[in-house]
Nanobody, 121 residues
């Protein structure tokens, strides 16, 4: 069984930065970050392969967000820069039992409880 715990969310102004962390217990392979705003579906943000050699991100965050991982610590990070109000959401960390990442939330087996990110105008 895999357990994931997100941290690092908070309130920032437009243009600010936050760094999210996802601490995992148990074996993980590919990892992803998703977000869900009130009244909206959960959407893909970024993902990373087990080795860290392959990453992907949504078009809406290209050039602003960076995903990374430290397998020695079993932790995944999401560095968020140039934040916009539309980035406001609960951010979730997820893991799947393969080395390759996917963008669909249905393909992920384990989920954290989420951390709130709020970007004010």
């Amino acid at each position: 069984q895999v357990h994931l715990v997100e941290s690092g969310g908070g309130l920032v102004q437009t243009g600010g930065s936050l760094k999210l962390s996802c601490a995992a217990s148990g074996r993980t392979y590919a990892m992803g970050w998703f977000r869900q705003a009130p009244g909206k579906e959960r959407e893909f943000v970024a993902a990373i392969s087990w080795s860290g050699g392959s990453t992907g991100r949504a078009d809406s965050v290209k050039g602003r967000f960076t995903i990374s991982r430290d397998n020695a610590k079993n932790t995944v990070y999401l560095q968020m820069n140039s934040l916009k109000p539309e980035d406001t959401a609960v951010y979730y960390c997820a893991a799947r039992g393969t080395t390759g990442w996917r963008i669909d939330p249905q393909s992920y087996d384990y989920w954290g409880q989420g951390t709130q990110v709020t970007v004010s105008s």
